[in-house]
């Protein structure tokens, strides 16, 4: 009798044993072929997985995340230093008060975000307006870093970074209280 295991890839022995009449032949021999082929690739398989988790630590901290150290630079710090600070100044600000007179300001760092679909694809060539307007839908959301500062006395209590809408925030060593360089953000 002959084996087909090792031969080929196992979809291809599973599709001619059972051509040829020999599955019960295959069953038999697809053990020994997983044991001789699944040991090699198990080893390839291994490094490939070492190495892919070696990449998601490398790029793992690249990823831009809230620093507590950020947060609590701003725990005591006097509201003109707030409303003073080079950044805050360019993000519109939402100023509320609680039952308990806590001052809460809400920096919306923000944008709108839209995105249409339909059947078909409108990048494909010239499409008429009416084609357009009928099979396209559209969505829109409004995604935001909100900086919650909590305020009381004249300094600031608290500040929690939140995301909605599908943003994710996140906090740098220029958001802390006396930044006064140029910078950019995102």
């Known amino acids: 009798m ?3 295991c090792g031969l080929t890839r196992h979809w291809e022995v599973r599709r001619i044993a059972k051509l040829i009449g020999m599955w019960s032949q295959y069953s038999r021999c697809s053990l020994v072929w997983n044991t001789i082929s699944f040991k090699s690739e198990g080893e390839i398989m291994k490094k490939i997985a070492l190495a892919a988790i070696a990449v998601l630590l490398l790029t793992g901290c690249a990823i831009p995340a809230v620093r507590q150290v950020d947060l609590d630079a701003w725990v005591g710090q006097p509201v003109v ?20 007179g806590t001052e809460i300001w809400n920096y919306v760092n923000g944008a709108n975000l839209g995105q249409c679909t339909g059947s078909g694809s409108i990048y494909r060539g010239i499409i008429d307006y009416a ?4 099979f396209s839908s559209c969505v829109q959301r409004f995604a935001a870093c909100n900086n919650i500062f909590l305020v009381r006395d004249g300094k600031v209590a608290k500040y929690t970074p939140v995301g909605t809408g599908g943003m994710h925030c996140y906090t740098t060593e220029q958001l802390q209280p006396g930044f006064s360089g140029a910078t950019n953000i995102r």
């Open 2 to 4: 002959t084996c087909l």
């Open 131 to 134: 084609t357009y307007s009928i």
């Open 81 to 100: 230093a707030l409303e003073t600070h080079p950044i805050f100044l360019t993000i519109p600000v939402v100023r509320t008060r609680a039952s308990d």
